[in-house]
């Protein structure tokens, strides 16, 4: 009998309420919107309740108006619900996609608490981000020891599609998934003293997200280690000269401790350590000391390192020179570092011919004098040439631009005065063309002669 009047009821609720639209399938991208709508029909003269519901993953989020308590987030999404006289319309609205809405959506209608309609499935599909924060970059321990395992993390917001993972230096790198949530690109290194101070770059893309392009970095890692020493000085130094050998170090942390050694053992007022401890200043050494082995060692709280150097002692006789010149009785002495002393200065380094330059300067030279000698003969030979020709043709006299030529000429006595005649001389002068002058030819009268038949004496006046 129970069986009967649930059948019934079915029949009867099936007959009389149907979806007239239901949800599908959507792709949608992350922040973005979407809306998943549900309509459902039924007869007018239907007076029943129901109750319409959004279920997620086979979870009921929303129920008619109401958002489940702990996804109350108006940001997110909300739901709407409206109802006339024949249908019910129920909206699930995504103001922004989240990455965790990716699953499978349904409606359902309740009556009584019971379902008596579902619609059917429809996956929204998310093409997930990784959130803001991401990619993120650590390390797995602040300050290494040198021989340590350094591991690098770089780390993103499992996604679908999954995002790719790469260190800046191209190599490929697997990345694995952590608890579903995240995925992880580690990179191992062995800590030395040369990775102090180094930083790596992690990017995070997606092929699917052309727009997605991140990175982050590490922090520059701190590495531990013993000092490295060395030092810069040869064991090369001459008798009687003082001498001072640098311990020189780098370390993490610094050098707390320096220690010198010496082989033979030296006596302490043939050598100086300076306050710093690195400097030791060896006062006169002598031929007794070739072969001395110096050895510096300097320590942190990592560890200690050291380095030798050997004395090698030269001579006062192995360093100078005197050279003397039989004819001026001129001395140069020549010192360890090849320099001469006193006022003449020269080389102790003599060479066995002449030098490149000199060689070069002697041929110009030579070349030179041919040249001249070949040229006086074609001179005196063009000369000569020159003469021969000019005798047997014309004279040619070139006249000059400006000259003056002279002219005499005799004035006619007055009626009153021919006892007298007057004589005058005049001169021309040619000017060139291009002189601006107003007459070709000038005539100056300021002395004359007087002639007097009679007198006996002429005069010029």
Same mark, same amino acid.
């Given at each position: 009998?129970?069986?009967?009047?649930?059948?019934?009821?079915?029949?009867?609720?099936?007959?009389?309420?149907?979806?007239?639209?239901?949800?599908?399938?959507?792709?949608?991208?992350?922040?973005?919107?979407?809306?998943?709508?549900?309509?459902?029909?039924?007869?007018?003269?239907?007076?029943?309740?129901?109750?319409?519901?959004?279920?997620?993953?086979?979870?009921?989020?929303?129920?008619?108006?109401?958002?489940?308590?702990?996804?109350?987030?108006?940001?997110?999404?909300?739901?709407?619900?409206?109802?006339?006289?024949?249908?019910?319309?129920?909206?699930?609205?995504?103001?922004?996609?989240?990455?965790?809405?990716?699953?499978?959506?349904?409606?359902?209608?309740?009556?009584?608490?019971?379902?008596?309609?579902?619609?059917?499935?429809?996956?929204?599909?998310? +093409?997930?981000?990784?959130?803001?924060?991401?990619?993120?970059?650590?390390?797995?321990?602040?300050?290494?020891?040198?021989?340590?395992?350094?591991?690098?993390?770089?780390?993103?917001?499992?996604?679908?599609?999954?995002?790719?993972?790469?260190?800046?230096? #191209?190599?490929?790198?697997?990345?694995?998934? *952590?608890?579903?949530?995240?995925? =992880?690109?580690?990179?191992?290194?062995?800590?030395?003293?040369?990775?102090?101070?180094?930083?790596?770059?992690?990017?995070?893309?997606?092929?699917?997200?052309?727009?997605?392009? =991140?990175?982050?970095?590490?922090?520059?890692?701190?590495?531990?280690?013993?000092? =490295?020493?060395?030092?810069?000085?040869?064991?090369?130094?001459?008798? #009687?000269?003082?001498?001072?050998?640098?311990?020189?170090?780098?370390?993490?942390?610094?050098?707390?401790?320096?220690?010198?050694?010496?082989?033979?053992?030296?006596?302490?007022?043939?050598?100086?350590?300076?306050?710093? #401890?690195?400097?030791?200043?060896?006062?006169?050494?002598?031929?007794?000391?070739?072969?001395?082995?110096?050895?510096?060692?300097?320590?942190?709280?990592?560890?200690?390192?050291?380095?030798?150097?050997?004395?090698?002692?030269?001579?006062?006789?192995?360093?100078? *020179?005197?050279?003397?010149?039989?004819?001026?009785? *001129?001395? +140069?002495?020549?010192?360890?570092?090849?320099?001469?002393?006193?006022?003449?200065?020269?080389?102790?380094? +003599?060479?066995?011919?002449?030098?490149?330059?000199?060689?070069? +300067?002697?041929?110009?030279?030579?070349?030179?004098?041919?040249?001249?000698?070949?040229?006086?003969?074609?001179?005196?030979?063009?000369?000569?040439?020159?003469?021969?020709?000019?005798?047997?043709?014309?004279?040619?006299?070139?006249?000059?631009? *400006?000259?003056?030529?002279?002219?005499?000429?005799?004035?006619?006595?007055?009626?009153?005065?021919?006892?007298?005649?007057?004589?005058?001389?005049?001169?021309?002068?040619?000017?060139?063309?291009?002189?601006?002058?107003?007459?070709?030819?000038?005539?100056?009268?300021?002395?004359?002669?007087?002639?007097?038949?009679?007198?006996?004496?002429?005069?010029?006046?």
């Amino acid at each position: 009998m129970l069986l009967l009047m649930i059948i019934t009821f079915l029949l009867r609720s099936s007959n009389s309420l149907v979806f007239y639209k239901q949800p599908l399938n959507v792709t949608i991208k992350a922040m973005g919107t979407v809306s998943l709508t549900c309509i459902a029909e039924y007869e007018t003269n239907n007076k029943r309740q129901y109750d319409i519901k959004w279920k997620k993953d086979e979870e009921y989020i929303a129920t008619n108006g109401d958002i489940r308590d702990d996804l109350v987030d108006t940001s997110h999404f909300i739901v709407t619900v409206s109802r006339s006289i024949s249908e019910i319309t129920f909206n699930l609205v995504f103001i922004s996609v989240w990455n965790s809405d990716r699953g499978i959506y349904q409606c359902d209608i309740f009556e009584s608490n019971v379902v008596v309609l579902e619609s059917n499935k429809a996956f929204l599909d998310v +093409i997930q981000i990784p959130d803001d924060k991401y990619p993120l970059c650590t390390e797995s321990k602040d300050v290494y020891t040198e021989g340590d395992d350094v591991m690098l993390f770089c780390v993103s917001e499992y996604t679908e599609p999954p995002v790719t993972l790469r260190w800046n230096d #191209g190599a490929t790198h697997v990345v694995e998934i *952590v608890d579903g949530e995240s995925a =992880r690109l580690q990179k191992r290194l062995i800590a030395n003293p040369e990775l102090h101070g180094y930083k790596d770059v992690c990017s995070m893309t997606n092929v699917q997200i052309s727009d997605l392009n =991140r990175n982050c970095t590490t922090q520059p890692l701190t590495i531990y280690y013993k000092p =490295r020493v060395s030092i810069p000085q040869t064991g090369l130094i001459s008798a #009687g000269k003082q001498a001072f050998f640098i311990c020189d170090t780098t370390a993490n942390p610094a050098v707390t401790r320096y220690t010198w050694l010496t082989l033979p053992p030296l006596d302490n007022k043939e050598y100086n350590i300076d306050n710093t #401890g690195h400097i030791l200043m060896l006062y006169n050494p002598t031929m007794k000391h070739d072969g001395t082995i110096i050895t510096c060692t300097a320590e942190n709280q990592i560890g200690s390192s050291s380095t030798s150097v050997t004395l090698t002692i030269k001579s006062d006789t192995q360093n100078d *020179v005197t050279v003397k010149s039989t004819k001026d009785s *001129v001395i +140069i002495d020549y010192n360890e570092n090849n320099k001469s002393l006193g006022n003449n200065t020269a080389s102790n380094e +003599i060479s066995p011919g002449l030098s490149t330059d000199v060689i070069v +300067i002697i041929i110009v030279a030579c070349v030179v004098l041919l040249v001249i000698i070949v040229m006086i003969p074609v001179y005196y030979y063009c000369l000569c040439s020159r003469n021969i020709t000019t005798n047997q043709t014309t004279t040619i006299v070139h006249q000059p631009e *400006v000259y003056f030529e002279p002219r005499d000429r005799m004035t006619l006595p007055l009626p009153r005065t021919r006892d007298a005649a007057i004589w005058r001389r005049s001169f021309a002068a040619q000017a060139p063309d291009d002189k601006e002058v107003d007459a070709m030819y000038l005539e100056i009268q300021s002395n004359h002669y007087i002639y007097a038949a009679t007198s006996r004496s002429n005069t010029m006046r």
